[in-house]
């Protein structure tokens, strides 16, 4: 069982439980961003700056917000911190090999996606292999 003690008497209970999901939602999803994207107090020098800053961290956070939105809407309700670990595993790789004529080759592509982050993809109608395959070939210095 779980208790809120507040203040707001006019407010029904299923009002009151809404919004206290809302806070503590909004507060993991600032608490992620502060740390993983670095987005945590710098101490600028002048007043655009801070401006800048916080613009990119609401930014940052309305973008958040529309993805867990669209997810929401396809029957996803993970956290923000829940989709993060599991879409980490999906990445682009880079493989360096070298060639009979002593050229090494750069191969870089993207993963295969686990089938949960196919899920993910899917509902956000993007595609799950971002980009092409791009390959660079570099001439080695003897």
Same mark, same amino acid.
């Given at each position: 069982m =779980?208790?809120?003690? +507040?203040?707001i008497? *006019?407010?029904?209970?299923?009002?009151l439980?809404? +919004? =206290?999901?809302i806070?503590? *939602?909004?507060?993991?999803?600032?608490?992620s961003?502060?740390?993983?994207?670095? $987005?945590?107090?710098?101490?600028?020098q +002048?007043? @655009?700056r801070?401006?800048? /800053?916080?613009? !990119?961290?609401?930014?940052a =956070? /309305?973008l958040?917000? /529309? &993805?867990?939105m669209?997810?929401k809407?396809e029957? !996803?309700?993970d %956290?923000?911190? $829940?989709?993060? @670990?599991?879409?980490? +595993?999906? $990445?682009h790789?880079?493989?360096?090999m070298?060639?009979?004529d002593?050229?090494?080759?750069h &191969?870089?592509k993207?993963?295969?996606p686990?089938p949960?982050q196919q899920? &993910? =993809?899917q509902?956000?109608?993007? %595609?799950?292999?971002?980009?092409e !395959?791009?390959?660079?070939? &570099?001439?080695?210095k003897d």
């Amino acid at each position: 069982m =779980y208790y809120l003690c +507040t203040n707001i008497m *006019d407010w029904e209970p299923e009002r009151l439980w809404r +919004t =206290y999901t809302i806070l503590t *939602d909004l507060e993991a999803v600032f608490r992620s961003l502060k740390s993983e994207l670095g $987005m945590r107090p710098v101490y600028h020098q +002048t007043a @655009q700056r801070v401006e800048a /800053h916080l613009w !990119i961290t609401l930014l940052a =956070y /309305h973008l958040v917000h /529309h &993805i867990r939105m669209r997810l929401k809407a396809e029957g !996803i309700h993970d %956290s923000w911190d $829940m989709l993060r @670990q599991r879409m980490r +595993t999906h $990445m682009h790789v880079t493989t360096p090999m070298r060639t009979k004529d002593n050229k090494t080759l750069h &191969i870089r592509k993207a993963s295969r996606p686990e089938p949960w982050q196919q899920v &993910i =993809y899917q509902a956000l109608n993007l %595609s799950s292999n971002p980009g092409e !395959i791009c390959k660079t070939v &570099i001439l080695d210095k003897d």
